[in-house]
């Protein structure tokens, strides 16, 4: 072979060569502009994040959904509520104390030092603290709410043949120390404590009329030697036809929300605040403001509103599509909303902003800037 012929050999085998390693190149560049630009959308997604988290990497312990729906946050564990057992299991899932049950449609609620399981249609209901059951009671009439105030007390709404329902209230002790039925005032809808647990108030309904008219009762809770009585102090009613679904006092000051409205029982006189939204989803107390989670209208963006003592609005925004639950601590407010966990203080300041890569069923705050979340995929442990 002549030297000519191995020139152009060596040739046509660089151009190969160099064919090759050019469409390799560009063959990578375009794999990387496309993962670029899913990288790119998804951080677009998550702006303004400043935490991106995979919860199954945090702290705590994996369980199946079925399994997380039975889960409460409560303390520093979680509550675990079944037909036939309450269980007190820390972030670990090791048991701490257990109690028996047999109620049909368990339900729970907690505050930060007591939990309380009732059954909901059925007769019977259990009240916990972080040590122990303190105690178990029956009731004559099917279960329909109940309710904690800070001091240790309960309130239970039942349903009754006789009335349009009762209201028991029980002391720290498990003691019925009243029993309040409802003859004039309509159905009991929900209950609410002062901060000292010397006063409770009543929502009710009455729909015997041609209109529906609400009602609120107050009821002073006095100590004695002999043990706690109640009286009756008061009732108001509203011009409008709302129901008061949610209740609670801000210092002497007591709030009621509807679904529209929000009135305030101020030196003996209810009135309407002046504070406009369509759906409130939320209404909750959180140190000396009003944290409310509400929306213009159905399958609208879900806002947040603060409102302090004097009824002023020192905070609004929008947050969100769907909110999954909310939660609040001393002077703190968790909501979840989307793929996000957002957590306010009491000044409307965003000190945490978590994406989240599984739905949220419950939240509760731990000492320490942590959250105790219960996912679709198990209980877990996170910062803010």
Same mark, same amino acid.
């Given at each position: 072979?002549?030297?000519?012929?191995?020139?152009?050999?060596?040739? =046509?085998? #660089?151009s190969?060569?160099?064919s090759?390693?050019?469409?390799?190149?560009?063959f990578?560049?375009?794999?990387?502009m496309v993962l670029?630009?899913?990288?790119?959308k998804r951080?677009a997604?998550?702006?303004?994040?400043?935490?991106?988290?995979?919860?199954?990497?945090?702290?705590g312990?994996n369980?199946?959904?079925?399994?997380?729906?039975?889960?409460? *946050?409560?303390?520093e564990?979680v509550i675990?509520v079944?037909?036939?057992r309450?269980?007190?299991?820390?972030?670990?899932?090791?048991e701490?104390?257990? %109690?028996?049950i047999?109620? =049909?449609? +368990?339900?729970?609620?907690?505050?930060?030092?007591?939990?309380l399981?009732?059954?909901s249609? &059925?007769?019977?209901?259990?009240? #916990?603290n =972080?040590?122990?059951?303190?105690?178990?009671? +029956? %009731? +004559?009439?099917?279960i329909?709410g109940a309710f904690i105030? *800070?001091?240790?007390?309960?309130?239970?709404? %039942?349903?009754?043949?006789k009335?349009?329902?009762?209201?028991?209230?029980?002391d +720290?002790? &498990?003691t019925?120390?009243s029993?309040w039925s409802?003859?004039?005032?309509g159905? *009991?809808l929900?209950?609410?404590f002062n901060?000292?647990?010397? =006063?409770?108030?009543?929502?009710?309904i009455?729909?015997?009329?041609?209109v529906?008219?609400p009602?609120i009762r107050?009821?002073?809770?006095i100590?004695?030697?002999?043990?706690?009585?109640?009286?009756?102090?008061?009732?108001y009613?509203?011009?409008t036809?709302?129901i008061?679904?949610?209740?609670?006092?801000?210092?002497d000051?007591?709030?009621s929300?509807a679904s529209?409205?929000?009135f305030?029982?101020?030196?003996?006189? $209810?009135?309407?605040?002046? $504070?406009?939204f369509?759906?409130?989803?939320?209404?909750?107390?959180?140190?000396?403001?009003?944290?409310l989670?509400?929306?213009?209208g159905?399958?609208?963006?879900n806002?947040?509103?603060?409102?302090?003592? &004097?009824?002023?609005?020192i905070?609004?925004?929008?947050i969100?599509? %769907?909110?999954?639950?909310?939660?609040?601590?001393?002077g703190?407010?968790?909501?979840?909303?989307?793929?996000?966990i957002?957590v306010y203080?009491?000044?409307g300041?965003?000190?945490g902003?978590?994406s989240?890569?599984e739905? $949220?069923?419950?939240?509760?705050?731990?000492?320490?800037?942590?959250?105790?979340?219960v996912s679709?995929?198990?209980?877990?442990?996170?910062?803010?």
């Open positions: 072979m002549s030297l000519s012929d191995n020139k152009n050999g060596n040739k =046509r085998t #660089l190969k060569t160099l090759v390693i050019v469409m390799i190149f560009a990578i560049f375009i794999v990387s670029l630009y899913f990288v790119v951080e997604g998550l702006a303004g994040a400043e935490q991106q988290i995979k919860l199954s990497a945090q702290g312990f369980c199946e959904y079925s399994e997380a729906q039975k889960l409460y *946050p409560f303390g564990g675990k079944t037909s036939e309450i269980a007190y299991l820390t972030l670990s899932g090791n701490i104390f257990s %109690t028996s047999n109620y =049909r449609n +368990p339900s729970c609620i907690t505050t930060d030092d007591y939990c399981v009732f059954d249609d &059925g007769y019977a209901f259990t009240f #916990l =972080r040590e122990e059951a303190l105690y178990s009671s +029956p %009731t +004559p009439f099917q329909k105030s *800070p001091a240790g007390f309960a309130s239970v709404i %039942t349903a009754d043949d009335s349009y329902g009762n209201v028991y209230l029980y +720290p002790a &498990g019925v120390i029993e409802s003859y004039n005032s159905y *009991p929900a209950c609410a901060q000292d647990t010397t =006063r409770m108030a009543v929502t009710t009455n729909t015997t009329g041609a529906a008219v009602y107050l009821f002073d809770i100590s004695t030697d002999r043990g706690y009585t109640v009286e009756d102090n008061s009732f009613t509203t011009n036809n709302d008061l679904s949610t209740c609670f006092f801000l210092g000051n007591l709030y929300f529209t409205k929000l305030k029982i101020k030196n003996d006189t $209810i009135g309407q605040v002046n $504070i406009d369509s759906v409130a989803n939320y209404s909750l107390l959180v140190g000396k403001k009003i944290f989670v509400y929306a213009d159905a399958e609208q963006m806002k947040l509103a603060i409102i302090d003592s &004097g009824d002023n609005i905070y609004s925004s929008d969100g599509s %769907t909110v999954h639950c909310v939660a609040t601590g001393k703190l407010f968790a909501i979840s909303v989307d793929n996000r957002f203080n009491e000044s300041s965003i000190i902003d978590i989240v890569d739905d $949220i069923l419950r939240m509760g705050f731990l000492t320490g800037n942590e959250l105790c979340v679709t995929g198990g209980v877990h442990t996170i910062s803010y």
